[in-house]
């Protein structure tokens, strides 16, 4: 018999469809096939296990009779009832409750076809810190910033009076309203297009990947900047492919490297931020966009413009997207999560007519459509101009949070320390004295409530260790001043600076 009896192992929930009967008889089962009653056990009485748990006798005395018509128990006039010893094969009953994870990895590891692994080698953040640590890390709007109300009042609207909008299946490409909004929108930028030339995506990610699908086959190689986005990295770039460096400086892309394509080409797509490039910041000039586009021309390579961060404009002039330099080669991706929230899941492909089609294609075996009640309720937004009144106040804000993260830099970092002011985005990119090792400082940092983004984390060949992406989106100018000045103490301590090179493994 159990130790402190039957009753602590029998769970019953009275509110439950399941009769009680069969919740007892399951209990038990569970426990004879795990071992914890074991064949020759005895059983309480119907009448004893009736009292202990608290229920009628011939509901215990029901439970009784199944387990016995499946051959688990044998009850005996007089002697009493007893687990049987024919009830479970041994293997069964010494079975572990769940397999341990190495034996689940031997398992599904050769199931898996695509076996590429983690795309990049991203840092260790420290989790019991979220929402407590002066966090440098996230470059998109933090919760407070979203427009709840105004949002809210949009989702009623749409759930009040556009119901047949989103109570069914919707087009694969997205709303045509909300397309319709989307091209009257970058025709304020210049972007000539139309409705059946946008794809509305499930945000950037979504966009990359679909892409991908359509023009990256096994073995083709594709050229993206070095520092990059390593989500582009894990959408855009398949085990099989090749990545293709196009190299980040102060000056921007170093756009030497297309000499070797004309030699080999077999580079199939071309990926950058010319806008406030992530995670440096630096915005591509007019003459190295029309030097690109004059390449990829005559190469015939098509060139996905990711935009995430072009709205984003604090000072200077707005220069011309490669999308409206080159509308028939240039892919335009797109999304809302750096205007309003990363959490909406809602981005645009805008693309040539016979690219398009066959996105669409794509986009519909994947997941039908994006969210039409996201959709439509930005659709709302758009419509009432909220959208442009949100952006003239958070531009505002991430304005004064850059300006003040550039006083403290400038004040409490090392004077060798490198950057420049961006002019948009969500981020500073700087650089520090060789020898310093920023994985070693995050360390330290999170040891003081600060987190940041090592700038070897954004590369996909040749990391650098001494340079860091501190983002000012998620905090506030009093928070920006104090985390920038622990780390300023932590560099003029010299903690963070390695005493002798040593050899890393290649981010892949």
Not at 125 to 139: E, P, R
Not at 468 to 497: H, T
């Amino acid at each position: 018999m159990l130790k402190g009896g039957l009753p602590m192992f029998i769970q019953i929930d009275r509110t439950a469809h399941l009769p009680i009967y069969l919740q007892i008889e399951d209990s038990l089962r569970k426990l004879i096939a795990q071992g914890t009653l074991r064949p020759g056990d005895r059983l309480p009485s119907t009448r004893q296990l009736a009292g202990q748990v608290g229920v009628n006798r011939i509901t215990v005395e029901a439970a009784f009779n199944k387990l016995e018509a499946d051959g688990l128990i044998n009850s005996h006039v007089g002697r009493g009832t007893f687990v049987n010893h024919l009830s479970f094969p041994a293997e069964m009953r010494s079975a572990p409750a769940s397999p341990d994870a190495e034996s689940l990895a031997r398992l599904w590891g050769p199931l898996f076809v695509d076996l590429r692994p983690a795309p990049m080698s991203l840092p260790a953040l420290n989790m019991h810190l979220a929402g407590k640590a002066i966090s440098f890390v996230h470059a998109a709007p933090a919760s407070d910033l979203f427009p709840a109300a105004e949002f809210r009042r949009c989702v009623d609207y749409v759930l009040k009076r556009r119901a047949h909008d989103v109570a069914g299946l919707g087009s694969s490409d997205g709303l045509p309203s909300l397309r319709s909004q989307l091209v009257r929108w970058f025709a304020q930028s210049g972007i000539e297009t139309s409705e059946d030339e946008v794809i509305i995506t499930t945000g950037c990610q979504q966009s990359m990947d679909l892409i991908r699908r359509i023009l990256v086959g096994p073995g083709d190689a594709l050229m993206m900047e070095n520092p990059t986005y390593p989500g582009a990295v894990a959408a855009l770039a398949p085990s099989s492919s090749e990545r293709l460096e196009l190299p980040v400086n102060q000056g921007g892309p170093d756009l030497r490297v297309f000499g070797s394509l004309s030699a080999r080409n077999t580079c199939r797509l071309i990926y950058v931020v010319p806008n406030f490039h992530n995670p440096t910041g630096l915005s591509m000039p007019l003459e190295s966009r029309r030097q690109l586009l004059t390449t990829t021309g005559e190469l015939r390579i098509p060139v996905v413009e990711d935009d995430v961060f072009g709205e984003l404009r604090y000072t200077g002039p707005a220069v011309p997207s490669l999308k409206s330099l080159c509308p028939h080669l240039v892919i335009y991706i797109g999304s809302f999560s750096k205007m309003l929230s990363p959490s909406l899941r809602l981005g645009w492909i805008i693309a040539p007519r016979p690219v398009a089609r066959r996105l669409n294609a794509v986009k519909q075996a994947c997941d039908l459509h994006t969210s039409l009640l996201v959709q439509a309720a930005m659709d709302e937004f758009c419509r009432r101009d909220m959208l442009h009144r949100h952006l003239k106040r958070v531009r505002r804000v991430f304005l004064k949070r850059r300006d003040a993260m550039a006083e403290a830099v400038h004040h409490e970092f090392p004077s060798d320390a490198r950057w420049e002011l961006p002019k948009g985005g969500l981020s500073f990119w700087v650089s520090l004295h060789p020898e310093c090792d920023t994985e070693e400082l995050l360390r330290l940092a999170q040891e003081q409530g600060v987190q940041f983004l090592p700038g070897s984390a954004f590369y996909f060949r040749s990391p650098l260790y001494n340079s860091l992406r501190l983002s000012f989106a998620a905090e506030s100018e009093a928070r920006i001043r104090d985390g920038i000045r622990i780390l300023g103490r932590l560099l003029a301590s010299r903690n963070a600076w390695a005493e002798r090179p040593r050899p890393r493994p290649a981010i892949m």
